[in-house]
Structure formats: structure tokens, C-alpha cells
Nanobody, 122 residues
Framework: QVQLVESGGGLVQAGNSLRLSCAVS????????MGWFRQAPGKEREFVSA????????YYSDSVKGRFTISTDNAKNTVYLQMNSLKPEDTAVYYC???????????????WGQGTQVTVSS
């Protein structure tokens, strides 16, 4: 089985930063790409970023490109999402996921974390 545990969410003012962490354990550690998604109230879950454990290219949605950075720490089996210059529209529950069943831009992943709330005040 695979377990994903997110942490690092919180309440911040616009313009500030947060770093989300996703600790991964289980059989697919370091074999499947990792994705970050978010879901704001009343909206569908949307892709934020993705990365392969092997250090390949990174992928971002247009809304976060240039502000967010995804990275991995293979020794800790952890994926990070560094979020800078946060905006009120970044407010959402953020989820990490692994084992995409198709394109990693889609939310068709087999395993998800429980989510962590990020709230950005204006």
C-alpha cells in the first residue's frame, strides 16, 4: 500500500510564502511521478505541479508558474511545494498524489494524501 501525508499548510498574508511537504511511504516510493493538486471551495480540483523522482523536468500550471517550485528529497521520500508570492486566489486545500493513470495533468491518480489547507488573506 501507499501512504501520502501532507503538511505545511496554514494562514498567510498575500505576498508571503509557504512550503508544503508530502511524505511518501509504500511500494511505489520513487517509482511514480508525484503531483500536487488543489481544490478551492465550490471549484473542481485542479493541477498545480508535477515531478518525477528521477530529477526529470518539472511541470506547472500557468497560474503558479514562476511562483511555485516543486522538488524532491529522495533520502526523505518527500516531495515539496515551495509557494512564493502567494495570492488570495491560491486559497485551497492542497493534495499530493502519486501513480497517475494517464497524463499527470489529470487528477486520475491512484493514491492521494488527506490534503492540507492553505489560506491566503488579502
Amino acid at each position: 500500500q501507499v501512504q501520502l501525508v501532507e503538511s505545511g499548510g496554514g494562514l498567510v498574508q498575500a505576498g508571503n510564502s509557504l512550503r508544503l511537504s508530502c511524505a511518501v511511504s509504500g511500494r511505489t516510493v520513487r517509482r511514480s511521478p508525484m503531483g500536487w493538486f488543489r481544490q478551492a471551495p465550490g471549484k473542481e480540483r485542479e493541477f498545480v505541479s508535477a515531478i518525477a523522482w528521477s530529477g526529470g523536468p518539472t511541470y506547472y500550471s500557468d497560474s503558479v508558474k514562476g511562483r511555485f517550485t516543486i522538488s524532491t528529497d529522495n533520502a526523505k521520500n518527500t516531495v515539496y511545494l515551495q509557494m512564493n508570492s502567494l495570492k488570495p486566489e491560491d486559497t485551497a486545500v492542497y493534495y499530493c498524489a502519486t501513480e497517475p493513470r494517464g497524463s499527470f495533468y489529470s487528477d486520475m491518480y491512484n493514491y492521494w494524501g488527506q490534503g492540507t489547507q492553505v489560506t491566503v488573506s488579502s
